[in-house]
């Protein structure tokens, strides 16, 4: 069950877990992209600020859905956000 609920919050799953209220797992959601968001922009403002706001929200709902980070803290996102533009990157020139 827990990893329901995870895959919603990241985006991964459009099914809401057994349990949970549509409303509360949006809420979770929305809190979600939004820490990721505020703490990556912190970091990197330049590639928000080239992307454009269209381009720079789907970079991070990409980011949210397809990362794998571990850690509880949010100011941990900048190593695994670095990771991620390297595996896109590498994906790219494939």
């Known amino acids: 069950m827990p990893e ?3 895959l919603y919050v990241r985006g991964a799953t459009e099914v809401i877990p057994p ?14 992209m939004l820490g ?15 992307l454009g706001e269209p381009a720079w929200k789907e970079l991070i709902q990409a980011f949210v859905r397809q990362s794998a980070w571990t850690s509880h ?6 190593d695994e956000f670095l990771a991620f533009l390297a595996r896109e990157s590498d994906r790219e020139d494939t």
């Open 73 to 78: 803290y949010y100011g941990d996102l900048k």
């Open 19 to 32: 349990g949970y209220s549509e409303s509360g797992m949006r809420a979770y959601r929305h809190l979600v």
């Open 4 to 6: 329901d609920f995870y």
């Open 36 to 50: 990721a968001c505020q703490m990556i922009e912190a970091h990197f403002p330049a590639i928000r600020q080239q």
